[in-house]
């Protein structure tokens, strides 16, 4: 069975910024304006990369790439947000980017942990595809 996520083996995104997110059809695309962390053989994070895209295409079963997100925004309250807001969220002056603490990838899931106390899930993905921007 192919690792739908071996491309990702190669960055690390502890302390990037996804700069902007676009969404049409069943295809996402995370934005990376100043790059993601290069790995050398040990793992460990070098130099950033010239600007990144990361492409996620969703699984049929959904009908647009908007089912396909469910996002967190913790703090003295959970509360769940739609795509358009982050989208807003991310275009705004004042912060305009979504920090990276963390992320995780597992069958066909991504995991990212970030922002101003965000949690990010995309679900059904079944390729992922590293372009530069």
């Known amino acids: 069975m192919k690792n739908i996520f071996k491309p990702l083996f ?13 969404g049409e059809g ?10 993601i962390y290069l790995l050398d053989e040990q ?3 070098t130099i ?3 600007p990144k895209q990361i492409v996620l295409k969703l699984d049929n079963c959904f009908n647009s790439f908007e089912e ?3 996002i967190k ?7 769940y947000i739609d795509y358009l807001t982050l989208k807003k969220f991310l275009q705004k002056e004042t912060f305009g980017v979504f920090g990276i603490a963390m992320m995780y990838y597992n069958n066909n899931c991504i ?11 995309i679900k059904g993905i079944k390729d992922v595809i590293i372009q530069d921007l």
Do not use: C, P, R
């Open 111 to 121: 995991l990212i942990e970030g922002g101003l106390i965000m949690v990010l899930t």
């Open 68 to 70: 396909a997100f469910e």
């Open 73 to 79: 925004e913790l703090g003295k309250k959970l509360q």
């Open 26 to 35: 069943l295809e996402i695309k995370l934005n990376f304006k100043d790059g």
């Open 48 to 50: 950033l990369s010239k």
């Open 10 to 22: 190669q960055y690390g995104f502890h302390d990037t910024e996804i700069t902007s997110i676009e």
């Open 43 to 45: 793992g460990n994070e």
